[in-house]
Each structure stands twice: as structure tokens, then as C-alpha cells.
T-cell receptor
């Protein structure tokens, strides 16, 4: 079984401030972890993913995430928020017998204030 | 542009109508998915097709009927829907080889049932 918990359904930051979106997972097998972004009236777009190897993963638009096995976390960060980062962000996990099915978190809406 | 297209982008239908949603992927993937995204609810996996066979059906009402004629096309046939079926319907595809299974999403069809 696998599950994802995104802490905080809404996060608000000022432009230029650090962005931190939290994701914790549970998985009975080594997980594959993903972050997706969804802009209004659009589908989900892959930001970054962790499969194996380096635990700090860099994605598009200046985002990165670090896989911490001991904490079962995969938090998403960006050093400096931009207005265009305002969107909904989804964390997802897959792996093992669930390789064909990703389990998504409930999503976190990021608001960026000028 | 993710390589996954969906038509129509918007659809308004009455409860007695029959309509179909179409999804097409140009990525050479062999697995396709239908998700339902309702306001203030988590992403719901509806159907999974792998190698053109349905491998998952998450207890979706029979008024939703999927069809996967080949690995590039996926349909969702709709009939006698209810107002609570109004939502964004997202199609996704992936390369199902037991690896990291990154899913690529289409832009979605915004459905309104009157």
C-alpha cells in the first residue's frame, strides 16, 4: 500500500521569499516520487521526479526536492518565489506492484503575494 | 505541450445526453489513464489501460464507459450523467515497463452537467 500526505492545503508567500511545500509518503517498497504543478484550467505538468541515485532532485522553473528516507519526506522548495509560481502542486508516489498507478496527494495551492 | 491531447476542452451536457471524451497521446506510451478532478476533492483515478487492456476500474458508475481501441487513443463515453459528475476529466499516459512510470497529462475536459 502507498499513500501521500501534503501538509497544508494552502501556502502563501511573498514574491522573492522561499517556497516550501511539504510532502510525506508511505510505501512498502522503495518509492518513486513526483511533484506535479497545475495551472488554472490546465492539466498536470511534471516538475521533477525521484527514482534512484542522488536524493536532491532539480526540476523545472527553479524547483528542487530532496528525498529523505529516514523522514519519509519529499518536500518541494524554491529559493525565491515568482508571481508565475502561483498554482496547485501535487505530490505523488508509485512503485513496486503499484508501478502502474500513482497515488496523488490532495494538492497544495500556492499563492504568491506581490 | 505534453504530447497528450484531449477533446473537447469544454463540454456542457444535459442529463439525458450521450457524449464522448477523446484522448490521444503521441509519446509512444502503452498505458493510459482517466482521472476525475472535482473542486476541493483529491484527484480520483477512474480507469487504467495497459497494453490496451483495462487493468483497473475504481468502482466507477456504469454511466462512465471507457474504450481503448489502440495504445494511442482513449475514450470516455458518457450517458445519463448526474450534476455531481461535473468536473475536470484528465487523461494521462505513461510507458508501462515497471520503471518510474512518469505520467504525462493532457489539458483536461471541463464537463458541466445540467
Amino acid at each position: 500500500a502507498q499513500s501521500v500526505t501534503q501538509l497544508g492545503s494552502h501556502v502563501s508567500v511573498s514574491e522573492g521569499a522561499l517556497v516550501l511545500l511539504r510532502c510525506n509518503y508511505s510505501s512498502s517498497v522503495p518509492p518513486y516520487l513526483f511533484w506535479y504543478v497545475q495551472y488554472p484550467n490546465q492539466g498536470l505538468q511534471l516538475l521533477l521526479k525521484y527514482t534512484t541515485g542522488a536524493t536532491l532532485v532539480k526540476g523545472i522553473n527553479g524547483f528542487e526536492a530532496e528525498f529523505k528516507k529516514s523522514e519519509t519526506s519529499f518536500h518541494l522548495t524554491k529559493p525565491s518565489a515568482h508571481m508565475s509560481d502561483a498554482a496547485e502542486y501535487f505530490c505523488a508516489v508509485s512503485g513496486g506492484t503499484n508501478a502502474g498507478k500513482s497515488t496523488f496527494g490532495d494538492g497544495t495551492t500556492l499563492t504568491v503575494k506581490p | 505541450e505534453t504530447g497528450v491531447t484531449q477533446t473537447p476542452r469544454h463540454l456542457v451536457m444535459g442529463m439525458t445526453n450521450k457524449k464522448s471524451l477523446k484522448c490521444e497521446q503521441h509519446l509512444g506510451h502503452n498505458a493510459m489513464y482517466w482521472y476525475k478532478q472535482s473542486a476541493k476533492k483529491p484527484l480520483e483515478l477512474m480507469f487504467v489501460y495497459s497494453l490496451e487492456e483495462r487493468v483497473e476500474n475504481n468502482s466507477v458508475p456504469s454511466r462512465f464507459s471507457p474504450e481503448c481501441p489502440n495504445s494511442s487513443h482513449l475514450f470516455l463515453h458518457l450517458h445519463t450523467l448526474q450534476p455531481e459528475d461535473s468536473a475536470l476529466y484528465l487523461c494521462a499516459s505513461s510507458r508501462s515497463d515497471g520503471s518510474q512510470e512518469t505520467q504525462y497529462f493532457g489539458p483536461g475536459t471541463r464537463l458541466l452537467v445540467l
